[in-house]
């Protein structure tokens, strides 16, 4: 199939062109139009976003999200590749679920999947996965997201056959022991509203000891590479920052509600601003916009974790934890922090920066390129709203609010996987 794009910028260009896509790749830019025609009104192409960190919710939680409400969620926030976690029911531990979750993404025409593996068997933290087989089998990383790792042998054992196979390890980076009961940040707040709280320490220790782990096995020639999860706290972050200074192979990644949200938002009492780890203070939320300056914070990823509205009706002690958003993730960016982080900076963090994470080639815009590409309307405002969400969970932290940055066409593979109206 051949498709052409019209009327459509590059990235800091006011320029209007054209660019043609067949096979599923970059034919080339300004040729003669061929095939379908779409008019890009004047928006701006960029290589499809990839995020690293999301919950679709299948196999067995299909009443939260499922891969076809999620991935066409994810294609309606310019996303072209997602990486879903594997704590579902059951886990994804086994080879064949891998296969049949590509397989049946493969399917549906939105974004492509690439699902990630437990690293423990049931992600019971006691026996490693069969992580040969897995990687084999498609899975794009070993995590046991959802739950921490707190067997650090188990977890060193993990990171080390990990690495042999050229893999990354994402981990959960929170002492559950500290953590205990916790439902929000501690200080102030929590102790305002009479909440359990879940101390900043629990992150810290956590990924003291991690990067520990990371740095005994890499004095000993080992491959093992580490990849943190949604840092929410200026101490992890201080941590991370001194790990890449002596050397130590690690990423880390922070999502978008721990940059633009707080504690202060819990004082109403609404389960939807609960999430894990939890929102922190305005000192934290700075200090990670920092760390996205300075290239200390590797990449963005939403963590979108979808539950039913009645689940996120309950109280902030049942409630479970998450937010889920990936449609609003561009968006939210750009108006919060377009202007202070730069478009290109933006676009690298949500792009080429997972890739460089990952070691997948980096993305581009150049002919011969696949042709995953979002157009992004920069300029119109409008409000978020929930129900227009492809995704399940129809609600949001951020419903009513005018942001600027809508992706309005999504291709995959030169295949439409989202068009706006």
């Not at 990670?288 to 300056?293: A, C, V």
């Not at 460089?356 to 309307?377: E, K």
Request: net charge negative; with cysteine.
């Amino acid at each position: 199939m051949t498709l052409t794009i019209t009327n459509i910028k590059r990235p800091g260009s006011d320029r209007t062109e054209s660019v043609t896509f067949e096979h599923g790749l970059i034919k080339g830019w300004n040729l003669p139009q061929e095939g379908e025609v779409l008019d890009g009104h004047g928006g701006t192409l960029a290589p499809a976003f990839t995020e690293l960190h999301a919950h679709l919710r299948e196999p067995g939680q299909t009443e939260k999200e499922d891969l076809a409400s999620g991935l066409a969620a994810a294609a309606a926030g310019g996303y072209g590749t997602v990486v879903c976690m594997p704590n579902t029911a059951p886990v994804i531990d086994e080879p064949a679920t891998v296969r049949a979750l590509r397989e049946k993404a493969d399917g549906l025409g939105f974004a492509r999947l690439r699902p990630a593996a437990a690293l423990t068997r049931g992600q019971h933290g006691e026996a490693l996965a069969e992580l040969s087989y897995l990687k084999d089998a498609g899975a794009a990383m070993f995590t046991d997201d959802g739950r921490t790792n707190e067997n650090a042998r188990v977890l060193r054992l993990g990171l080390e056959y990990a690495g042999s196979l050229g893999m990354v390890v994402s981990v959960h980076a929170e002492d559950a022991s500290l953590r205990a009961d916790g439902v929000m940040n501690e200080g102030p707040v929590s102790e305002a509203l009479g909440l359990p709280g879940n101390p900043a320490a629990a992150e810290a220790a956590r990924v003291a000891r991690d990067l520990e782990i990371l740095a005994g096995l890499q004095a000993q020639g080992s491959a093992a590479r580490l990849h943190i999860q949604h840092l929410s706290t200026a101490r992890a972050l201080d941590l991370v920052r001194g790990a890449k200074a002596r050397g130590l192979n690690v990423t880390c990644e922070v999502c978008p509600h721990h940059l633009t949200l707080t504690d202060e938002a819990l004082r109403g009492f609404d389960a939807v601003y609960k999430v894990a780890p939890p929102l922190r203070t305005q000192a934290d939320a700075d200090a990670l916009l920092q760390g996205l300056k300075d290239g200390t914070v590797d990449c963005l990823a939403t963590d979108h974790a979808p539950h039913t509205r009645a689940e996120k009706e309950r109280n902030l002690l049942d409630a479970p934890s998450g937010i889920a958003y990936i449609e609003l993730a561009f968006p939210l960016m750009y108006t919060r922090f377009g202007a202070e982080l730069g478009l290109e900076k933006l676009l690298d963090l949500m792009t080429a920066a997972p890739a460089r994470v990952m070691g997948w080639p980096a993305p581009s815009l150049d002919a011969g390129a696949p042709a995953d590409v979002v157009v992004l309307d920069l300029d119109t405002e409008r409000e978020a709203n929930p129900a227009e969400f492809k995704s399940k969970a129809r609600f949001t932290p951020w419903a009513g609010e005018t942001l600027r940055g809508w992706p309005v066409l999504t291709l995959v593979g030169g295949q439409v996987a989202y068009q706006r109206g």
